[in-house]
């Protein structure tokens, strides 16, 4: 039976902090399930790329990866609730055969409510340990890559990209 990997990111654009977990789960022997956040969302500052776009830079460095999209949602529990419906449903397994890979930021840390209960200065992370998921988390690294920058200054932050994406990106452009 093959084990997944879920690897949820916006992706804008897709980097190599993206690429370093999907080869620890590639390395641990589980297949990478990428799930793009915000896919309801593009064409802003915070998310100027569609869906298929982000897929695509994806599929430029994984040709045969497993790709899904997620909507955003107005709550933690009900976005929690969808990406294990499209996790069920693209793996056809129960969620227990995937562990969540994570790289939590200090800057991913504020305030939220998840099934009722008050979290304070907790990664939207932790309803993964509430719920009981398998999770993988890598820990922080000295390389502070922030899409924001590499979408603010593409060229001086290329060395942050695959240089298919650079290429992909510089043609959207």
């Given at each position: 039976m093959i084990k997944y990997a879920a690897i949820v990111l916006r992706g804008q654009p897709f980097h190599i902090g993206h690429?370093?977990?999907?080869?620890?789960?590639?390395?641990?022997?589980?297949?990478?399930?990428?799930?793009?956040?915000?896919?309801?969302?593009?064409?802003?500052?915070?998310?100027p790329y569609t869906v298929h776009q982000r897929a695509a830079m994806i599929r430029l460095v994984y040709p045969d990866a497993l790709i899904?999209?997620?909507?955003?949602?107005?709550?933690?529990?009900?976005?929690?609730?969808?990406?294990?419906?499209y996790i069920k449903h693209l793996t056809n397994t129960h969620v227990k055969s995937?562990?969540?890979?994570?790289?939590?930021?200090?800057?991913?840390?504020?305030?939220?409510?998840?099934?009722?209960?008050?979290?304070?200065?907790e990664s939207y992370c932790k309803m993964y340990e509430?719920?009981?998921?398998h999770t993988t988390s890598l820990p922080i690294s000295?390389?502070?890559?922030?899409?924001?920058?590499?979408?603010?200054?593409?060229?001086?932050?290329?060395q942050y990209l695959h240089p298919e994406v650079y290429k992909y990106i510089k043609g959207l452009q």
């Open positions: 690429q370093h977990i999907a080869d620890k789960a590639i390395k641990d022997g589980l297949q990478p399930l990428f799930m793009l956040g915000s896919a309801n969302e593009s064409g802003t500052e915070k998310n899904g999209a997620i909507n955003d949602y107005d709550s933690y529990g009900d976005w929690l609730d969808a990406l294990v419906m995937t562990t969540i890979y994570l790289h939590e930021k200090l800057e991913d840390l504020h305030d939220f409510t998840f099934r009722g209960v008050d979290y304070m200065n509430v719920t009981g998921m000295d390389i502070q890559i922030r899409a924001k920058a590499i979408r603010e200054d593409l060229e001086g932050n290329k």
